[in-house]
């Protein structure tokens, strides 16, 4: 008789949730959870477990340390699209393969990137905290110079699911909507540029891309400084590329209009960080991504890739490298 999967979830997801996805294959499948939240509750539940269902927001992250504790180890699954809060290369050097969620939450990140930009060009949040205070800044807000989106040029940096949904949905408004990536994408409907030529022609630019060795840093104070005069910033990658300090000065010069940041380089920032309260920046808890319907997808993508390994089939988007088809150690 073969014995069950063991499968190792850890938070954030809820056990009731987790427990629901996997009553089909229940008896292929023992579903656990860490005794503790802390290192050696993870280390612990390790020992035994064949598939782990990761945490997203790194409080219990798979780091190399957490590696070399899980003998068994066949396969990872992040509830997520990002996979910045585990070792990835690590698992890679262990033949152990990693997917996510691909394409997931695209749709929800690349609309609140299109309606944090809606709310820079107007100044929505400036004008509703002015009058929140009991002012009437009606002359105020003509003086910030408000415009309309699509007189805009949108310049997207990164072209993966995020990145090209929210291509298509700016030029759906009318921009004149220009993107980078690595590697130049043969059917995209907007504009290749190199680097330096979009930041220097966009007036709104986006960023979308996924966080690496290389890509950190890459928008720093020189590279911000290229941007036309009162250009606005999206930020729905990861804060390590475009550093905190990087955006205040560009902010504090006039370079920035205005940013619109879901993610920062420590999550949370400090209580007295000033991005907490620059008038100019709309603040988000890293939560574009959130929607009801992201939620629902990242769900399903998880459900199917753990079944898929629990019945021998290949998983589907493994970031790692790693041969999808999950085999017991």
């Not at 629901?20 to 539940?45: C, I, M, Q, W, Y």
């Not at 007295?272 to 620059?278: A, E, T, V, Y």
């Not at 574009?288 to 939620?295: H, I, L, P, V």
Request: with cysteine.
């Amino acid at each position: 008789m073969t014995m069950p999967w063991r499968i190792l979830s850890l938070p954030p997801l809820g056990e009731d949730l987790v427990r629901g996805l996997f009553a089909p294959v229940e008896n292929e499948a023992e579903v656990s959870f860490p005794k503790t939240r802390d290192r050696n509750g993870l280390h612990a539940a390790l020992a035994d477990a064949e598939i782990v269902i990761g945490d997203f927001t790194g409080a219990l992250a798979l780091d190399a340390d957490a590696v070399a504790a899980a003998p068994h180890l066949a396969f990872v699954q992040m509830p997520s699209v990002g996979t910045d809060s585990i070792d990835v290369a690590a698992l890679a050097d262990a033949g152990v393969p990693v997917a996510n969620a691909a394409g997931a939450n695209a749709r929800a990140v690349a609309e609140w990137a299109v309606g944090s930009a809606f709310a820079l060009c107007r100044n929505l949040v400036w004008g509703d905290r002015a009058t929140r205070q009991g002012g009437w800044p009606q002359m105020d807000v003509l003086a910030r110079g408000p415009r309309e989106i699509h007189s805009q040029r949108v310049g997207i940096v990164g072209y993966g699911a995020i990145g090209a949904e929210a291509a298509r949905l700016f030029q759906r408004l009318d921009c004149a909507v220009s993107y980078w990536t690595r590697r130049p994408r043969p059917d995209a409907t907007a504009t290749y540029r190199e680097l330096d030529d979009l930041v220097a022609n966009s007036d709104i630019l986006v960023l979308a891309l996924p966080l690496t060795d290389e890509t950190r840093g890459l928008f720093d104070r020189d590279r911000l400084a290229l941007l036309p005069d009162r250009a606005l910033l999206v930020n729905v990658a990861r804060g390590g590329i475009a550093p905190d300090g990087a955006v205040l000065e560009a902010l504090d010069s006039g370079k920035l209009a205005g940013a619109a940041l879901d993610v920062f380089d420590e999550e949370p920032p400090p209580d007295d960080h000033p991005l907490r309260s620059h008038e100019n920046v709309l603040l988000s808890p890293h939560a574009a991504g959130g929607s009801a319907q992201a939620q629902l997808n990242i769900v399903s993508a998880v459900r199917d890739n753990v079944v898929a390994a629990v019945e021998g089939r290949q998983v589907e988007n493994v970031v790692n490298g790693v041969n999808p088809q999950i085999r017991r150690r």
